[in-house]
Antibody, heavy 120, light 107 residues
Framework: EVQLVESGGGLVQPGGSLRLSCAAS????????MNWVRQAPGKGLEWVSY????????YYADSVKGRFTISRDNAKNSLYLQMNSLKAEDTAVYYC?????????????WGQGTLVTVSS | EIVLTQSPATLSLSPGEGATLSCRAS??????LAWYQQKPGQAPRLLIY???NRATGIPVRFSGSGSGTDFTLTISSLEPEDFAVYYC?????????FGQGTKVEIK
């Protein structure tokens, strides 16, 4: 069974840092491009970041560029999001999402999400 | 950045009725549009990709159409489990962007 499981969310003060992880199983992780997508409470979906299967190509939303860093460890079947200089507006459920196939840009597998709350 | 505008914001319908949801892009995105369904407390689920292709396991009552800037998701006859929020998403350009969502609620 294809599965993505996020962890690492929690309460952090403005200006603080947090590292999210996403553990993948049930598929050949190093064949797939991965993304982070977030959803603020009661709001819509916002794409955050993308990383290619090898990790050589990375994109970010302007709202997180310079503060967040996406990475992956294919040996550990894991995806990460290092979040620095956190702001209140970063409060959201963060989902890791797998591309449907190489270059698809559609997300056909999602984790259950991990909640990040930025508050003093 | 490509802006996707969904309409209406809310659709109030009864089970068995048909639903038509719209998504308009701020510039042409060819057929690079997907639709997702999200229920409360759950992750989104891919329904339609590349404007008109049903994802694996999606019932035939869901269909998508359109190209360029105007797209439609049609649910032919609403089942109780179809009441949810629906989002469109484009993969034509970076950054990937989503519409603001259409809530299909029980009338």
């Amino acid at each position: 069974e294809v599965q993505l499981v996020e962890s690492g969310g929690g309460l952090v003060q403005p200006g603080g840092s947090l590292r999210l992880s996403c553990a993948a199983s049930g598929f050949t992780f190093n064949n797939y491009e991965m993304n982070w997508v977030r959803q603020a409470p009661g709001k819509g979906l916002e794409w955050v970041s993308y990383i290619s299967s090898s990790g050589s190509t990375i994109y970010y939303a302007d709202s997180v560029k310079g503060r967040f860093t996406i990475s992956r460890d294919n040996a550990k079947n894991s995806l990460y999001l290092q979040m620095n200089s956190l702001k209140a507006e970063d409060t959201a459920v963060y989902y890791c999402a797998r591309d449907q196939y190489y270059g698809s840009g559609n997300f056909n597998c999602w984790g259950q999400g991990t909640l990040v709350t930025v508050s003093s | 950045e490509i802006v996707l505008t969904q309409s209406p914001a809310t659709l109030s319908l009864s089970p068995g009725e048909g639903a038509t949801l719209s998504c308009r892009a701020s510039q042409s995105i060819s057929s690079y549009l997907a639709w997702y369904q999200q229920k409360p407390g759950q992750a989104p689920r891919l329904l339609i990709y590349d404007a008109s292709n049903r994802a694996t396991g999606i019932p035939v009552r869901f269909s998508g159409s359109g190209s360029g800037t105007d797209f439609t998701l049609t649910i032919s006859s609403l089942e109780p489990e179809d009441f949810a929020v629906y989002y469109c998403q484009q993969r034509s350009n970076w950054p990937r962007t989503f519409g603001q969502g259409t809530k299909v609620e029980i009338k």
